[in-house]
C-alpha cells in the first residue's frame, strides 16, 4: 500500500487549503484514514480520521469545526479540507492507513502506512 499527500502550500491566515491523499494497492474505503501533523521541535500529533466501515470521522479538538475529511472511493483518494487556518496549524501534514480500533483512532502507532508528508505554512 503506497500513500501520497499532497496540496500543501503558504496560505494567510485565515484562508483554506485542501490536502490530498492518494491512495494505492488497496482500496482507500478498505482501510481507516487518517491526517496526522508535526510542526517543527513538536511531536507528531493526531488530527483526523475516517474509519474503513460508515465512514464516521473524528477531529482533534483544535481543528474541529474547521478541518473537514472525507474520501473518493471511485479516485481512491482521501481529503483534508481546511478553513479558517491559522499560524498554529503550520505543520507538515502527513496521511496514513490502518486498522486500528475505534479507541485507539488517536495513536500515530496504531497505523501501519504513511505518506511522505505536505508541508502547510500559514502566514499571519
Known amino acids: 500500500v503506497q500513500l501520497q499527500a499532497s496540496g500543501g502550500g503558504l496560505v494567510q491566515a485565515g484562508g483554506s487549503l485542501r490536502l490530498s491523499c492518494a491512495v494505492s494497492g488497496r482500496t482507500v474505503s478498505s482501510y481507516g484514514m487518517a491526517w496526522f501533523r508535526q510542526a517543527p521541535g513538536k511531536e507528531r500529533e493526531f488530527v483526523a480520521t475516517?474509519?474503513?466501515?460508515?465512514?464516521?470521522?473524528y477531529y482533534a479538538d483544535s481543528v474541529k469545526g474547521r478541518f473537514t475529511m472525507s474520501r473518493d472511493n471511485a479516485k481512491n483518494i482521501v481529503y483534508l479540507q481546511m478553513s479558517s487556518l491559522n499560524a498554529e496549524d503550520t505543520a507538515v501534514y502527513y496521511c496514513?492507513?490502518?486498522?486500528?480500533?475505534?479507541?485507539?483512532?488517536?495513536?500515530?502507532?496504531?497505523?501501519?502506512?504513511w505518506g511522505q508528508g505536505t508541508q502547510v505554512t500559514v502566514s499571519s
Open positions: 475516517m474509519r474503513a466501515s460508515g465512514g464516521a470521522t
Open positions: 496514513a492507513g490502518g486498522r486500528p480500533i475505534l479507541s485507539n483512532v488517536r495513536n500515530r502507532d496504531a497505523y501501519n502506512y
